[in-house]
């Protein structure tokens, strides 16, 4: 009688192993993973939101040049991915890890590296894609500057040439207005820099 108890044990053993086995398999890297919110492993546009603090205009418009828009309120946050800024273009706010190197750029450039030069001090200079060669080659010798970037928009730009620094933005008619010198010789590494000494024109992506 003891020999069969022992061996009816064993057998309950046996089993048991058995079906823990067979759960842990049903657990393994074959499994479907989970899937994220919302039901999908994309990032989309919808999923872009204005990530931080509100970016909002204020009543204020600095002194000494006509036009200039502020901002306040901008997140200076390195995010993953797309941010929906609620001003084109972007004043400031959260922004990629890397920034885009001050040049010129016949291209479009992703926005939020944009937001990360201009964190460094930077006038972003976009300009409408129909503008002549005689702007364009004014526009190239701005991005000999150290701290101006220069990119192209595209054509439903609201004004031919905006120049753009942390929190401060003015539309302009043509590379020919003055304010376009003024607004660079102000905020080209000014008072605005939020990164005082960072450099922008070296590192960074140099890409379009």
């Known amino acids: 009688m003891p020999a069969k108890s022992h061996s009816l044990r064993s057998i309950v053993v046996t089993l048991t192993l058995v079906s823990t086995a067979i759960a842990l398999t049903g657990c393994g890297s074959d499994a479907p993973a989970p899937s994220k919110p919302g039901g999908s492993d994309t990032t989309t546009a919808a999923s872009c939101g204005a990530v931080g603090d509100d970016v909002t205009a204020t ?14 309120g901008m997140s200076r946050n390195h995010v993953e991915g797309c941010v929906n800024y609620p001003q084109t273009p972007p004043v400031g706010g959260n922004h990629s890890s890397i920034w885009q190197g001050c040049n010129f750029y016949s291209g479009t450039i992703i926005k939020e590296q944009a937001v990360h030069s201009m964190e460094h001090g930077a006038v972003w200079i976009v300009y409408r894609s129909d503008i002549s060669e005689g702007d364009l080659n004014v526009l190239k010798a701005y ?57 922008c024109r070296d590192g960074g992506s140099m890409q379009e």
């Open 143 to 199: 991005s000999s500057n150290d701290k101006v970037l220069v990119s192209r928009w595209d054509s439903t730009l609201r004004a031919p040439v905006i120049a753009t620094a942390w929190g401060l933005q003015v539309d302009l008619t043509s590379t020919s207005d003055p304010r376009l010198d003024q607004f660079v010789q102000k905020y080209a590494d000014g008072p605005q820099n939020p990164e005082p000494g960072v450099p």
């Open 59 to 72: 009543s204020t418009q600095p002194a000494g040049i006509d036009g200039v828009v502020q901002y306040v």
